[in-house]
C-alpha cells in the first residue's frame, strides 16, 4: 500500500511525519542540575520569618491552637503528605491494562521509490494474567494506607511535642513566679541577720551564709526563664515565627484533660490503641499486603498468552493477478511457559513473607498494649502523687505558713523561723509545679500510645 509521495523529496509524507515523531522521542529530557546552592536558597526563603502582626500571633494561644498551627507549617508533614497524594495516585495507575502496540514491518525503501511498496500491519496486545490487576490494585490501595499511617504517626508526635512545649512553658511561668517569692524571702532573711549583726546578736559569717544563700536563689529564680527560652524557640521554629515574635500562651498545660479514674479501665483503651494506632495499622497493612502477594503468586507460575496478534497483510505479490486480493487478515500468539517458576520458589517465598509479616503484626499488637499499659501506670502514679501533695501537702504547709504569720506578728515567734515556715510552702508549691508537669507529661503520653489524632 503505497503513501502519497512528496513532489521534493520524493518520500511520503507520512514517512517524513514517522521519522519526526523518532527524532523527538530521542530527545534527552530537559534535566535540571540545581546544584548545592538550590538547597540554600531553599532553606533563605523558608527560614523567613512570619511578621509578628495579629494574623501570625493571636492573643491566647491554648495547646490546641499551637498544634494546629504546626501541624499546618511543618515541612516534613507537608512532604509527607504529598507523599501519600502520589502514592493514592498510584491506586489508579494500578487499575492500567497493558497498551496495545502498533506494527508495521514488510516496509522496504527500495519498492516506496518505485511507487510498489507494501506493508503489513499488526495490532498486539498482552492479555492480562490471572490475578494480576485485582492483586496490583489491592497492592496499591494497602500501600496508601500504610502511607496514610506512617503520616498520621507523625502528626502524633509533632502534636505530642508541642504539647509538652506548652506544659512546660506553663508551668514555668509558676515556676518564675516561686522563685521570685523565695528570693524576697531571701532577702527578707539577709535583712534580718543584718540587723541582727548591727545590734550585736549575730556574726559576719551569718551574714556571709545569707548572702550566698541569696546569690544562690538567684541564679535558682532565672533557671525557668533560661529553660523556656530555648522551649519558646522551638516552639517559634514548628509555627514559623520570627525568634521573638510575641507568643502569649494559655490554657491548661499541654490541654490535658485528666480522665476520671473510673474511665480508665486498661482492656478497653488497649481495644481503643489497637484499633488506631498508626504502627498496628502500618502492620496491619503490611500482613495484608503479604496476603495479595501469596494470592498472586501461584498465578505467576501457570502458562499464560505472552501477546495476542491481529495482523493485516497488503504486501503485493508479485504475480498476482488483477483478479486476486493480496490483501488479508492473520492471527498470531505467543505462550509463556515459565518453566523456572514450577518449582515454587517464589510460592514459598510469598507465604514465608506472609508468616513474617503475620508474626510483626503480632510482636506490633503485643508492643502497643504493653505501651498502653505502662502509659495507663504512669498516669495513675502522676495522678495520686499530685493528689496526695494537693490534699495533704498544701494544706499543712499553708496553715503553718498562717500560723507563722500570726505569731510573728504578735512578736510570739522568732522572725527566722517563720521564714522558714513560709520557704517550706514554696517548696511545697515547687513540687506541686512538678507534679503538675509529671501528670500532663504523662497524660500526653497516653494519648500517643493510644494513636489519637490531635
Not at 95 to 100: N, S
Not at 114 to 127: D, K, T, Y
Not at 245 to 257: F, I, K, N, Q, R
Not at 349 to 363: D, K, T, Y
Request: charged share 25%; net charge neutral.
Amino acid at each position: 500500500m503505497a503513501g502519497t509521495v512528496s513532489r521534493t523529496t520524493g518520500w511520503p509524507r507520512w514517512a517524513l511525519a514517522l521519522a519526526t515523531m523518532l527524532g523527538l522521542a530521542a530527545c534527552s529530557p530537559p534535566v535540571a542540575h540545581l546544584g548545592s546552592g538550590h538547597a540554600l536558597k531553599v532553606w533563605r526563603a523558608a527560614s523567613v520569618p512570619q511578621p509578628a502582626g495579629p494574623a501570625a500571633v493571636a492573643p491566647g494561644l491554648d495547646a490546641q491552637e499551637l498544634v494546629r498551627r504546626a501541624l499546618e507549617h511543618d515541612p516534613a508533614l507537608r512532604a509527607l503528605r504529598a507523599e501519600v497524594a502520589s502514592i493514592e495516585a498510584g491506586v489508579g495507575l494500578a487499575r492500567e491494562r497493558g497498551e496495545l502496540e502498533v506494527r508495521l514491518s514488510q516496509f522496504r525503501l527500495d519498492d516506496v521509490r518505485e511507487r510498489r511498496a507494501g506493508v503489513e500491519l499488526a495490532v498486539r496486545a498482552r492479555p492480562v494474567r490471572p490475578r494480576e490487576v485485582p492483586a496490583n490494585i489491592a497492592t496499591a490501595r494497602l500501600e496508601a494506607d500504610a502511607a496514610r499511617a506512617e503520616l498520621r504517626e507523625a502528626e502524633i508526635l509533632l502534636a505530642g511535642e508541642i504539647r509538652r512545649l506548652h506544659a512546660d512553658l506553663r508551668i514555668a511561668e509558676d515556676e518564675a513566679a516561686i522563685a521570685q517569692d523565695e528570693l524576697a524571702l531571701r532577702d527578707e532573711e539577709r535583712a534580718i541577720v543584718a540587723s541582727r549583726l548591727a545590734a550585736g546578736a549575730g556574726t559576719a559569717l551569718d551574714v556571709a551564709l545569707s548572702q550566698l544563700s541569696s546569690a544562690e536563689l538567684a541564679a535558682d529564680a532565672a533557671a525557668p526563664v533560661d529553660a523556656s527560652n530555648p522551649q519558646l524557640r522551638r516552639l517559634r521554629t514548628h509555627l514559623g515565627l520570627a525568634p521573638d515574635a510575641p507568643m502569649d500562651l494559655t490554657g491548661a498545660p499541654g490541654g490535658v484533660d485528666a480522665p476520671a479514674a473510673e474511665a480508665m479501665v486498661a482492656e478497653a483503651m488497649i481495644a481503643e490503641a489497637l484499633a488506631q494506632h498508626p504502627l498496628v495499622n502500618r502492620a496491619e497493612a503490611q500482613l495484608a499486603g503479604a496476603a495479595v502477594e501469596a494470592w498472586r503468586a501461584p498465578a505467576d507460575a501457570w502458562p499464560w498468552f505472552s501477546f495476542v496478534q491481529v495482523d493485516y497483510d497488503a504486501v503485493p505479490q508479485p504475480n498476482a493477478s488483477s483478479e486476486s486480493k493480496p490483501y488479508r487478515f492473520g492471527f498470531a500468539l505467543g505462550i509463556n511457559i515459565p518453566l523456572w517458576q514450577w518449582s515454587g520458589a517464589s510460592v514459598r517465598a510469598a507465604r514465608a513473607q506472609q508468616v513474617h509479616r503475620q508474626l510483626a503484626f503480632e510482636a506490633t499488637v503485643f508492643e502497643v498494649a504493653a505501651e498502653v499499659q505502662v502509659a495507663l501506670a504512669e498516669v495513675r502514679v502522676a495522678r495520686e502523687r499530685l493528689a496526695t501533695i494537693e490534699s495533704v501537702l498544701l494544706p499543712a504547709a499553708q496553715v503553718a505558713a498562717d500560723e507563722a504569720r500570726k505569731a510573728r506578728a504578735q512578736s510570739a515567734l522568732d522572725p527566722m523561723r517563720a521564714l522558714q515556715l513560709q520557704n517550706a510552702r514554696l517548696k511545697a508549691r515547687r513540687l506541686h509545679a512538678a507534679a503538675r508537669r509529671e501528670l500532663a507529661h504523662a497524660l500526653i503520653g497516653l494519648d500517643e500510645v493510644l494513636g489519637r489524632r490531635p
